[in-house]
């Protein structure tokens, strides 16, 4: 009588399992977050900015109004689709310009001596030793609350840490041995980090914008619920959080709903970021 023996499931095949199963999932909530953020630009199911006092707090389940509506009759899914959209637009935009003058800042100190170095690294350390609060804070005074500024907070925020990651990624590469044969061919250093640093640790680079873009998108909302981030007539989860505490204890959902799609966001961004670092980490690959 034959047997069939299922195939052991060794440490290795087990990591790559989890390691899948953690990028499936991050890109399919990252997808479905992109998705509805372009549909609401296109489709909303009512004007999400105008009162209808006829419809106030409409449970869910209401036709017509799925999720329910708030203390003014607007609709939360429409609001929720606008806030999807400011998310993108303040996360990303946050994190995309860190990336820039985090990965500028941290080339030059990595590449170009130990003044340069030093001076870089000291200006990181003073910016990261101010609360990122107070920053948003200061800026929402001088500058007013909205999604520019809240852009800017969050630039301050993450731009020392990219930094200091790429430079730390780049001081790597430029001890590889394919460097010194650059510089023994004479090439500059502008030419040795376009052409080897910056391809080695696009890797880095990508992974750190996953993880700040969820970074940016917490810290947007935690700035618009104190009032000094997004404001009408543009939406911010956040935003929807600081409206729906006044009516928490008449219709818990509408703090739930913007909470909930808060984590799920975040979560997805985390878990692509992690996925990606294990997939793009050179050393994880060694080990393999």
């Known amino acids: 009588m034959n047997t069939t023996t299922a195939p052991a499931v060794t440490p290795r095949r087990r990591r790559r399992l989890e390691l899948n199963a953690s990028l499936v999932v991050g890109v399919v909530l ?8 372009i549909v609401s630009f296109f489709w909303l199911p009512s004007n999400p900015n105008i009162p209808n006092i006829k419809n106030r707090m409409l449970p869910p389940g209401t036709v017509d109004h799925w999720l329910g509506t708030d203390g003014l009759g607007r609709d939360i899914i429409a609001q929720l689709m606008v806030g999807a959209r400011t998310s993108i637009l303040v996360g ?3 994190a995309t310009i860190s990336l820039i003058l985090g990965t500028v800042a941290g080339l030059v100190a990595a590449a170009y001596g130990k003044i340069a170095d030093e001076t870089i690294s000291r200006g990181a350390d003073i910016m990261l030793s101010i609360p990122g609060m107070v920053t948003a804070l200061v800026l929402a005074a001088t500058m007013g609350s909205g999604a520019l500024t809240t852009i800017f907070a969050l630039t301050a925020f993450f731009t020392p840490s990219f930094t200091r990651v790429i430079r730390s990624a780049a001081m790597s590469v430029l001890q590889e ?3 010194t044969s650059a510089k023994l061919y004479g090439r500059g250093k502008l030419f040795i980090l376009a052409r080897h640093v910056i391809p080695n640790i696009a890797g880095v680079m990508i992974v750190q ?5 969820a970074a940016g998108i917490l810290t947007e909302a935690g700035l618009s619920y104190l009032g000094v981030g997004v404001t009408r007539p543009s939406i911010s989860w956040g935003m929807m ?3 729906a505490q006044q009516t928490v204890g008449i ?3 509408l703090a739930m709903w913007p909470g909930l799609a808060i984590v799920i966001v975040v979560l997805g961004l985390n878990l692509l970021g992690d996925g990606l670092r294990d997939v ?3 050393k994880l690959k060694r080990r393999s």
């Open 280 to 282: 793009l980490d050179p």
């Open 251 to 253: 219709s818990s959902p």
């Open 209 to 213: 914008f996953t993880l700040y873009f």
């Open 241 to 243: 959080l600081n409206e």
């Open 92 to 94: 990303a935009g946050g």
């Open 177 to 179: 041995d394919f460097i």
């Open 30 to 37: 990252t997808i479905g977050f992109l998705v509805i953020a």
